[in-house]
C-alpha cells in the first residue's frame, strides 16, 4: 500500500509538469495535462504550475486558480 492509498484522498494536485508526468506515467506538457480532471488509482487528479514558476510569472496566478476551482468542482461533482 502506498502513502497516498494509505492517506484516502479525495483529490490529489499535482504542481508542475515533472509531477504530474511522474504521478500519471505521461510524457504531455503542463499546458495539455492542465484544466482536465485526470485519474490515479481511482483517485481525481488536477495538474496546475509549480510554486517557482507561480512565484516568477504572476500572470499564471490566475491559471492556477482556475485549477484550483476545477478541483473544488470535481470534489463537487465526483463524475467529472
Not at 18 to 24: C, D, G, R, Y
Not at 71 to 80: G, I, R
Request: hydrophobic share 45%.
Amino acid at each position: 500500500i502506498t502513502l497516498i492509498q494509505a492517506a484516502q484522498p479525495k483529490i490529489l494536485i499535482a504542481m508542475g509538469e515533472a509531477t504530474a508526468q511522474a504521478i500519471l506515467q505521461s510524457t504531455e506538457t503542463l499546458t495539455s495535462l492542465r484544466g482536465k480532471v485526470h485519474q490515479s488509482n481511482g483517485v481525481p487528479l488536477v495538474v496546475t504550475y509549480d510554486l517557482t514558476c507561480l512565484l516568477q510569472n504572476r500572470s499564471d496566478k490566475a491559471k492556477a486558480w482556475d485549477d484550483l476551482r476545477l478541483a473544488m468542482t470535481a470534489l463537487q461533482n465526483p463524475e467529472l
